[in-house]
């Protein structure tokens, strides 16, 4: 026997004699956007007991694990962090309930009078998912949120007004790249100019659009320029 092999074979041995358990028990269920399979998956959410292991054998405990997402299509296990991420379908309905509430600011904020301003709010809300929107409804939903929030045209963006736009751009921000998050404030800066140039009243539901999608303000302004310029 070669000098050292005795003890380089059994140091090799030593991890198969003795080593780490987790049992998962699941506490929980539901669907998520499974990053491994790229779209939305069943998943099982799992908490874990580690025990040393002796030949395999279970024999003390180590202690609990942190709790993991395993998905039920590719088994693979994520950090809790990953139920953070909408389902596609979620986030199909957050895009199109924020491009409805900037339409219906940007309307309440001047254009509801305007046959213009409702035809291009009305052709964005359906492209978002809305397809039955009509002129027709969309004004009188500009005229009860007007009434709701207390506002009156032409004054700036009062805080009820914010606050809706802030509770359905807020959750969305996040999870749109830059490109995404301009494309939304464009679209209310075409609604806005479908009639004209900007009201300052305009100009202020659409900087806390801006605002609500983590734009800074430079960044808005030459959105805002760009808008009103013909490509």
Request: charged residues 25%; hydrophobic residues 40%.
């Given at each position: 026997?070669?000098p050292?092999?005795?003890?380089?074979?059994?140091?090799?041995r030593l991890?198969?004699?003795?080593?780490?358990?987790?049992a998962?028990?699941?506490v929980?269920?539901?669907?998520?956007?499974?990053?491994?399979?790229g779209?939305?998956r069943?998943y099982?959410?799992?908490a874990?007991?580690?025990r040393?292991?002796?030949?395999?054998?279970?024999?003390?405990?180590?202690g609990?694990s942190?709790?993991?997402v395993?998905c039920?299509?590719?088994?693979?296990?994520?950090?809790?962090?990953?139920?953070d991420h909408?389902?596609?379908?979620?986030?199909?309905a957050?895009l199109?309930d924020?491009?409805?509430?900037?339409?219906l600011?940007?309307?309440?904020?001047g254009?509801?009078?305007?046959?213009?301003?409702l035809?291009a709010?009305?052709?964005?809300?359906?492209?978002?998912g809305f397809?039955?929107?009509?002129?027709?409804?969309?004004?009188a939903?500009?005229e009860?949120?007007e009434?709701d929030t207390?506002?009156v045209?032409d004054?700036?963006?009062?805080?009820?007004?914010?606050?809706?736009?802030?509770e359905?751009l807020d959750p969305l921000?996040p999870?749109l790249a830059?490109?995404?998050r301009?494309?939304?404030?464009?679209?209310?800066?075409?609604?806005?100019l479908a009639?004209?140039?900007?009201?300052?009243?305009?100009?202020d539901?659409l900087a806390t659009?801006?605002?609500?999608?983590?734009?800074?303000?430079?960044?808005?302004?030459?959105?805002?320029?760009s808008a009103g310029?013909?490509?």
């Amino acid at each position: 026997m070669l000098p050292g092999r005795g003890r380089d074979d059994r140091a090799a041995r030593l991890p198969r004699v003795l080593g780490t358990r987790t049992a998962w028990t699941p506490v929980g269920d539901g669907e998520f956007f499974c990053p491994g399979c790229g779209g939305d998956r069943n998943y099982q959410r799992l908490a874990g007991r580690r025990r040393f292991t002796l030949l395999g054998v279970p024999v003390l405990p180590r202690g609990e694990s942190a709790p993991t997402v395993e998905c039920a299509a590719c088994r693979r296990h994520y950090g809790t962090d990953v139920l953070d991420h909408p389902t596609t379908t979620r986030f199909s309905a957050m895009l199109r309930d924020a491009v409805h509430t900037v339409a219906l600011a940007v309307l309440a904020a001047g254009g509801t009078c305007s046959r213009t301003s409702l035809e291009a709010a009305v052709a964005a809300v359906r492209a978002a998912g809305f397809e039955d929107c009509t002129e027709d409804r969309l004004g009188a939903l500009v005229e009860a949120l007007e009434a709701d929030t207390g506002r009156v045209r032409d004054e700036p963006c009062v805080p009820g007004l914010a606050i809706e736009l802030h509770e359905a751009l807020d959750p969305l921000a996040p999870h749109l790249a830059a490109a995404g998050r301009e494309s939304i404030l464009l679209q209310g800066a075409r609604i806005a100019l479908a009639d004209g140039p900007y009201t300052p009243a305009e100009r202020d539901a659409l900087a806390t659009v801006g605002a609500a999608l983590t734009l800074r303000s430079d960044d808005v302004t030459r959105l805002l320029e760009s808008a009103g310029t013909p490509s």
